[in-house]
């Protein structure tokens, strides 16, 4: 019994702390100030680990090699993510430069997900990052385009990307 009420006493004050430090405002929340190592390192993990165990072996890929599937993704990249994202030889926009945390160059990190993981979090975006959730706007195979495309800009040159842009001009999401 002692060792509960010992527990229970220091759960309380725990919880206390919290909340003091919850509704004291103290935490600065801007995007000018990057957070502390502890809450980094705890958003990144949680982020990590729940993109993998949504996605992956829950979600069945189609063939992303289908170059109609590519060109549809192309034009919904370059419509929606590249301002965010930027691409090989495009910059982020001054717009994604301000965000916190700042967007990953896709062209670098893409190949660090699976198709999996980067179509769950096209669906169902990022809490807290900025990074919207295209479902309920885009049907699966629209987003399975967009990753298919995602997952070629790690080899891309940006004069292969300038030859898409070239070859879609004209095209955008509406005609999907």
């Not at 502390?36 to 982020?47: A, S």
């Amino acid at each position: 019994m002692k060792y509960f009420l010992r527990t229970a006493i220091i759960v309380a004050v725990l919880i206390a702390g919290y909340l003091v430090f919850i509704y004291s405002g103290i935490y600065n929340i801007s995007a000018m100030v990057p957070h502390n190592n502890l809450t980094l390192w705890m958003m990144n993990t949680v982020r990590e680990n729940s993109i993998k165990h949504n996605a992956d072996d829950k979600i069945k890929m189609p063939d992303l090699s289908d170059k109609s599937l590519l060109k549809m993704g192309f034009v919904h990249y370059r419509e929606m993510c590249v301002s965010c994202h930027g691409a090989p030889g495009i910059k982020q926009s001054e717009f994604a430069e301000g965000l916190y945390p700042n967007p990953p160059m896709l062209s670098k990190v893409a190949k660090e997900w699976t198709p999996q993981q980067l179509f769950w979090i096209t669906k169902n975006g990022l809490k807290m990052t900025g990074m919207p959730a295209f479902g309920p706007t885009h049907t699966d195979d629209m987003i399975w385009a967009i990753v298919a495309f995602t997952k070629t800009l790690p080899t891309m040159t940006k004069e292969q990307y300038q030859v898409l842009d070239n070859e879609t001009k004209g095209e955008s999401d509406e005609a999907d």
